[in-house]
């Protein structure tokens, strides 16, 4: 199935330093959105944006929605070990049919790892 | 329980069999949904029930695969014949009928192995 082109794939940090991740798309996207993915458990949203060139911030969390609806980028600030795990982007196109449809479209995940 | 239950938690099986995954949603939560993510990937939208009915079940990969939700509550994605490559995590997921976009709530998944 399609997917988007989520960059890296996996980093590997130490405690402290600052984190950035992307997601590219060839389609446009309503809705970005961000998910952090635990070992054994489902996603959780972290993020979501709405509109083309907002910028969302939550904690130490940072994203935005690119201007051309094509991309994403998230920023961690000053990692912590609890930070590690797989992140994940997941776009939306519109369902106008169907209220309330979440069809989501995920990236391949950045794994992120912490050298404490 | 206050989230998303999925059951079995892990289902090993046999080339050709016949295996059933459950999804209790969140209570209340009248649109559900089945993802499916393969190792090293992001979850692949299966299909979406609004109330009883499939909205979308594009996501399905072919006939083998079929869900229900009988009473608009509990789910069962049922895979026949089942093949070495419909190994996987399968992830369900619910959400009020008009959520913000991404309030999705997933469950655990239930990781489905077949030999």
């Known amino acids: 199935g399609q997917q988007l082109n989520q960059s890296p794939q996996s980093m590997f940090i130490q405690e402290g330093e600052d984190v950035s991740m992307n997601c590219t798309s060839s389609?446009?996207?309503?809705?970005w959105l961000w998910y952090k993915q635990d070992p054994g458990e489902g996603p959780v949203l972290l993020i979501a944006?709405?509109?083309?060139?907002e910028l969302t911030s939550n904690g130490r969390l940072t994203a935005q929605f690119g201007i051309t609806r094509k991309d994403s980028f998230l920023n961690i600030s000053a990692s912590i070990p609890s930070d590690v795990g797989i992140y994940f982007c997941a776009g939306q196109r519109p369902a106008p049919l169907i209220q309330g449809a979440q069809k989501l479209v995920f990236g391949q995940g950045t794994r992120l790892t912490i050298n404490p | 329980g206050a989230g998303v239950s999925q059951t079995p938690s892990n289902k090993v099986t046999e080339k050709g069999k016949y295996v059933e995954l459950r999804c209790d949603p969140i209570s209340g939560h009248t649109a559900l949904y089945w993802y499916r993510q393969s190792l090293g990937q992001g979850p692949e939208f299966l299909i979406y029930f609004q109330g009883t009915g499939a909205a979308d079940d594009s996501g399905l990969p072919n006939d083998r695969f079929f869900a229900v939700r009988p009473e608009g509550s509990v789910s069962t994605l049922k895979i026949q014949r089942t093949e070495r490559g419909d190994s996987a995590v399968y992830l369900c997921a619910s959400s009020l009928i008009v959520p913000q976009a991404g309030e999705l709530f997933f469950g655990e998944g239930s990781r489905l192995t077949v030999l």
């Open positions: 944006l709405y509109k083309a060139g």
């Open positions: 389609s446009i996207f309503n809705t």
